[in-house]
Structures are given as C-alpha cells and as structure tokens.
C-alpha cells in the first residue's frame, strides 16, 4: 500500500491541463521564492480516488501572502489576502479558487535540558485536520513534484476504504467532524474504523452536538443527503442515535433505510420520467415518513433550506394518507386522479411510489406521470375574451370544464375545445337566468 514519488507525479500530470498547469505554475513560484509548496487535503485524497476536484488548497512553508500575489501574476485572477491569517484566495476568470495558507512554524517544548524542536510545519498543518485521507500533501517545487507527505497513514486507510481520526479528542474539539465522517462514508461507500467509532461514541455521550447550532446542522444534514450511498452512514447513524438525539422523533427504521436505498434503483428504472427532479427532497420525505403528522413541521427546520422545498415536502408527506386513500380504489375517474395529484410535487410522486408497495397505488401514480401530469388545454383566457365572455370566475369554471374533458378524453383539438368552451357558457348562462 504505498505509492511511489514518480507514480504520484504521473497521477499529477494526468490531470486535465487546466489543473495541472495552476499546480506546475505553484510549483515554479515556490521554487522562485524558495519556499516549499504543497496540494493538500480533499484534493490529494480525490487525486488517489480518481475523482476530479477543483478545490486546489495550497500550503505554503513560508510566507503565504507573498506567495499568492506572486502566484496570482501568473494566473491573473483576483486575489483575496488575509494578511493577519497568512491566507489568501485566488478567483479565477474560470470562477474557481484556488485556497492558500502558510503553514506556521511550530515549537515543541521538550523538559529538562532538550532544545526545542521544530517540527517540520507541513507536518502541524497535516495534523490539525480531520481524517487520514485528508491529511495528505503532495509537494509541487520542480525538484520534488510528487512527492507525497503521508505521516498518518491516509494513503493506506484509502486503499482498505476507512475513515480514521488522527487523535482521541478530535471530535470533541470539533464536533461537526461527526457528521463529516458520516457523509465521506455516503460519498465513497467507506466504512468507519472501529476505534473511531468509539471515539465517536464518547463525543456523542458527551453530548457534543449539542454545541453546533442548528444552522450549522442543517447544513451538514444536506450535505449528508446529497450524497449517493447512505446505506452505511444511514446505518452508523441509526446505530449511533445521532438524529434521535439531535430530535427525539426522528427515528431511523431498518425500512426507512431500505427505502432510501432503493431509490438509486428506481431513478435507473424511470430514467426519463423523473429525470430532473431533487432527489434529496425524496429522501427527506422518506426520512419523515413515520413521523407522528404534528411533528413534520419542527423536523423540517432540520433539512430545509428555502420555503418552496419545505412545502414541497410538507404537502407530499402531508397528502400522503389522503392520496392512498383515494388510489386503492377500482376504476378511479381519470380527472379524479388527476386532481388528487396535480398540486403534489413530482418528488412526491416518487416518494409515493416507493413507499407504497400497494399495487393499485403505483399503478396509478405511474400512470399520472405517464399521461396526465403535463396535460394541459390549448385555450386559455384569452380566446374567451374574443367569444365576448366578461372576465371573472367564470373564466376558471369554463377551463377547469374543459380539462376535465380533455383529460376524460372527450375533446383533442383547440376547435374541440373552443366548441365545448361556447357550450359549457351558454349553459352556465343558462343556469344562472333560471
Ligand atoms: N477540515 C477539517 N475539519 C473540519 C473541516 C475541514 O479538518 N471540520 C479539513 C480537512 O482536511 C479537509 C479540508 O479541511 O480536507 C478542507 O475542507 P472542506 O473543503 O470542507 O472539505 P473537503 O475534504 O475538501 O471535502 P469536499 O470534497 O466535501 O469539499
């Protein structure tokens, strides 16, 4: 399990151009400057995965500040410099950034009558962070370009796919790194080592997350979500009772996280139908979907974002009951089906889709989607207008008669409708000179 200088260099090269010249152009800076450079982090761990990452962070060995405007020169970007932090950001016309820092050179007092000693300061940068696959550099001066900085380890825990702390009190000094590990296991389908694992079950029993704010949970909550492969994560959560004690009535059942699961399966499945949709708002709705109807709304602040996914999410689970209700029943009315669901998102739809396991529902809700969720009539308020019809309600009687039509198939063409508008006026008129 390691990996040799001259192979890391050739991983290297094997970027697109684009990348690889920001990393060689770091390189020759350093070089000028003769300071060490160094790629660090998620994008080293993402070189290894073979997964392209444009989040470049740089670690200079030097003077940071100095280094980004020099760099900047050669990118022409524009530069962001943080001067009392030694860090800077580079914006590039192409609208990425490239971070900087400056590594700190750090003493380490030793008793009685040892010197201090310098630790090389790569090495105080690589151990403030989070996972061994993320403590990893690769230096980029010409002399050594490629060589890899792998003092704990990452390179290994890569190959076996384990997310491993550095240290016991890593997640109690920064407990959001629980919910990090959580979703580098849904992105990459790792698993948790087992001593961090008890790490983490000693900062849970703290009750560590009670530290982050909600916002701050919230947003790693989604980021959680977004990712592919909960099942592990999902399972580590469940087996850990992190939702339950961040909110005591979100459980994880064995189902729930079937369900969730099996969704990649249909999207594969109904490619084309339900193509564009957010899938993280399936999976909220999954997540919910045992939770008592009064409680929907306080557990919703907990992966919401903006009002228009909340109400989506809300009618979907709201509706639900209602919805099977009405579609467990023979020869359903198509306009019935149609107004049952056309409120509902179509995240919702899926959702139901893959809740219920009832054969009739899905018949349904598959046949909705398929033919009558984008029907719409050619006429609009305007055509009643020229048939000299005064505006007002009776504008919305008129349409929602001739959809209904429409969607019952009893008229196709704009004529068809037009005639069936006229007709259904005049009786409206009729009724009301009774
Ligand atoms: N980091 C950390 N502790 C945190 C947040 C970040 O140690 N609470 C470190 C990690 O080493 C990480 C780096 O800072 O690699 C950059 O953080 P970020 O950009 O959030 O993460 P990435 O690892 O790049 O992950 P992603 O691909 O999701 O951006």
Same mark, same amino acid.
């Given at each position: 399990?390691?990996?040799?200088?001259k192979?890391?260099k050739e991983?290297?090269?094997?970027?697109?151009?684009?990348?690889?010249?920001?990393?060689?152009?770091a390189?020759?800076?350093?070089? $000028?400057?003769?300071?060490?450079?160094?790629?660090?982090?998620?994008?080293v761990?993402?070189?290894?995965?073979?997964?392209?990452?444009?989040?470049?962070?740089?670690?200079?060995?030097?003077?940071?500040i100095?280094?980004?405007?020099?760099?900047?020169?050669?990118?022409?970007?524009?530069?962001?410099?943080?001067k009392?932090?030694?860090?800077?950001?580079?914006?590039?016309?192409?609208?990425?950034?490239?971070?900087i =820092?400056?590594?700190?050179?750090?003493?380490?007092e030793?008793?009685?009558?040892?010197?201090? =000693?310098e630790?090389?300061?790569?090495w105080?940068?690589?151990?403030?962070?989070?996972f061994?696959?993320?403590?990893?550099?690769?230096q980029?001066n010409?002399?050594?370009?490629g060589k890899?900085?792998?003092?704990?380890?990452?390179?290994?825990?890569?190959?076996?796919? $384990?997310?491993?702390?550095?240290?016991?009190?890593s997640?109690?000094?920064d407990?959001? $790194?629980?919910f990090?590990?959580? #979703?580098?296991?849904? #992105?990459?389908?790792?698993s948790?080592?087992?001593?961090t694992?008890?790490?983490?079950e000693?900062?849970?029993g703290?009750?560590m997350?009670?530290?982050?704010?909600?916002d701050?949970?919230?947003?790693?909550?989604?980021?959680?979500?977004?990712?592919?492969?909960?099942? +592990?994560?999902l #399972?580590?959560m469940?087996?850990?009772?992190?939702?339950?004690?961040?909110?005591?009535?979100?459980?994880?059942?064995?189902e729930?996280?079937d369900?969730?699961n099996?969704?990649?399966?249909?999207?594969?499945?109904f490619?084309?139908?339900?193509?564009?949709i957010?899938? &993280?708002?399936?999976?909220v709705?999954?997540?919910?979907? +045992? &939770?008592?109807?009064?409680?929907i709304?306080?557990?919703?602040?907990?992966f919401c &974002?903006?009002?228009?996914? #909340?109400?989506?999410?809300?009618?979907?689970?709201?509706?639900?009951?209602?919805?099977?209700?009405?579609?467990? +029943?023979?020869?359903?009315?198509?306009?019935?089906?149609?107004?049952?669901?056309?409120?509902?998102?179509?995240?919702?739809?899926?959702?139901?889709?893959?809740?219920?396991?009832?054969?009739?529902?899905?018949?349904?809700?598959?046949?909705?989607?398929?033919?009558?969720?984008?029907?719409?009539?050619?006429?609009?308020? +305007?055509?009643?207008?020229?048939l000299?019809?005064?505006?007002?309600?009776?504008?919305?009687?008129?349409?929602?008669?001739v959809?209904?039509?429409?969607i019952k198939?009893?008229v196709?063409?704009?004529?068809?409708?037009?005639?069936?508008a006229k007709k259904?006026y005049?009786a409206?008129?009729?009724?009301k000179?009774?």
């Amino acid at each position: 399990d390691v990996i040799e200088d001259k192979d890391c260099k050739e991983l290297l090269k094997k970027l697109p151009k684009e990348i690889y010249d920001i990393l060689d152009k770091a390189g020759d800076v350093g070089d $000028r400057l003769n300071e060490k450079v160094y790629v660090v982090g998620g994008f080293v761990r993402d070189l290894f995965l073979n997964v392209e990452n444009w989040d470049i962070d740089l670690v200079v060995e030097g003077d940071g500040i100095a280094f980004a405007i020099e760099l900047n020169k050669e990118l022409k970007g524009n530069t962001k410099l943080y001067k009392e932090f030694g860090t800077g950001m580079l914006e590039l016309e192409n609208g990425k950034t490239i971070d900087i =820092v400056t590594a700190r050179r750090e003493y380490y007092e030793y008793p009685a009558a040892l010197p201090k =000693v310098e630790k090389s300061t790569i090495w105080s940068d690589l151990f403030r962070r989070d996972f061994t696959i993320n403590c990893m550099a690769i230096q980029l001066n010409k002399d050594n370009q490629g060589k890899l900085i792998d003092y704990f380890g990452g390179f290994t825990d890569l190959k076996n796919k $384990r997310i491993r702390v550095l240290y016991n009190l890593s997640f109690i000094e920064d407990p959001t $790194r629980i919910f990090r590990a959580i #979703r580098f296991l849904a #992105r990459y389908n790792f698993s948790l080592d087992e001593e961090t694992k008890s790490f983490m079950e000693q900062a849970l029993g703290e009750n560590m997350l009670s530290k982050l704010s909600n916002d701050r949970i919230k947003e790693e909550l989604v980021y959680i979500l977004k990712e592919k492969s909960l099942s +592990e994560s999902l #399972r580590l959560m469940q087996d850990l009772r992190i939702l339950s004690s961040i909110n005591n009535n979100l459980n994880i059942s064995n189902e729930i996280i079937d369900k969730i699961n099996s969704i990649k399966s249909y999207q594969d499945q109904f490619k084309d139908i339900f193509k564009d949709i957010n899938i &993280v708002l399936v999976k909220v709705m999954i997540l919910l979907s +045992e &939770v008592e109807a009064e409680a929907i709304n306080g557990l919703l602040d907990l992966f919401c &974002v903006n009002k228009e996914i #909340r109400s989506k999410i809300y009618n979907g689970l709201i509706s639900k009951s209602k919805v099977y209700e009405l579609l467990v +029943e023979e020869d359903l009315d198509k306009y019935c089906l149609y107004q049952s669901l056309h409120t509902l998102s179509r995240e919702a739809i899926l959702f139901y889709y893959i809740d219920s396991d009832n054969a009739y529902i899905r018949h349904y809700l598959m046949f909705y989607t398929l033919n009558l969720q984008n029907k719409n009539i050619s006429i609009t308020g +305007e055509d009643l207008k020229q048939l000299n019809i005064k505006p007002g309600p009776i504008y919305k009687d008129i349409l929602d008669y001739v959809l209904e039509a429409k969607i019952k198939g009893l008229v196709y063409s704009y004529e068809d409708e037009l005639a069936l508008a006229k007709k259904h006026y005049k009786a409206l008129k009729g009724e009301k000179n009774v």
